[in-house]
């Protein structure tokens, strides 16, 4: 996560969001943790799951390069997660078992393609050392303010 350019402005690409996005929802569930502390917060990394959001990448008016790498990505993508991925409807399952269980007690949890708790890695760790997940927080308030106004509140 670039914690010198938290919108990815400057920094925009298609991994440093993957990144970001998921180190901002762990900082976030961290926080509501905090904050709601007879709430278990799950952020699962499910591994690979058959959906059709590869299939539903635009071709429109992206020029034949673009087309070519689309058409490219969406028939790889759609080859592993055949081959590796378990179906929406299993993950769905898998997600509604956690939260229904008695293996996650409230708090916040980061967890593996495997149900089992993830390490944490040590961008998280010095994000959670350095307390972001209050920045983090007041990042998503502010955003979520900016785009609905008074309708937020």
């Known amino acids: 996560m670039r914690h010198d350019d938290?919108?990815?402005?400057?920094h925009w690409s298609p991994l440093a969001v993957v990144g970001?996005?998921?180190?901002?929802?762990?900082?976030?569930?961290?926080?509501?943790?905090k904050h709601n502390r007879n709430i278990c917060f799950l952020h699962v990394y499910p591994g690979w799951v058959r959906t059709e959001n590869f299939a539903r990448l635009s071709e429109k008016a992206s020029?034949?390069?673009?087309?070519?790498?689309?058409?490219?990505?969406?028939?790889?993508?759609?080859?592993l997660a055949r081959l590796f991925g378990m179906s929406s409807n299993d993950c769905g399952q898998r997600q509604a078992f956690h939260l229904a269980s008695s293996a996650f007690k409230p708090g916040s949890?980061?967890?593996?393609?495997?149900?089992?708790q993830a390490p944490i890695n040590d961008v998280l760790k010095y994000y959670k050392d350095n307390y972001w997940d209050e920045k983090i927080w007041e990042l998503t308030?502010?955003?979520?303010?900016?785009?609905?106004?008074?309708k937020f509140a």
Do not use: C, I, P
Not at 6 to 10: K, Y
Not at 109 to 116: A, I, K
Not at 141 to 148: A, D, G, M, P, R
């Open 109 to 116: 949890w980061q967890l593996t393609h495997l149900s089992e």
């Open 20 to 33: 970001h996005s998921t180190t901002m929802t762990s900082l976030a569930f961290e926080y509501l943790a």
């Open 63 to 79: 020029g034949l390069v673009w087309n070519t790498v689309v058409m490219l990505v969406r028939g790889l993508v759609g080859v």
């Open 141 to 150: 308030v502010s955003t979520f303010e900016k785009v609905l106004g008074d």
């Open 6 to 10: 938290l919108h990815l402005v400057q």
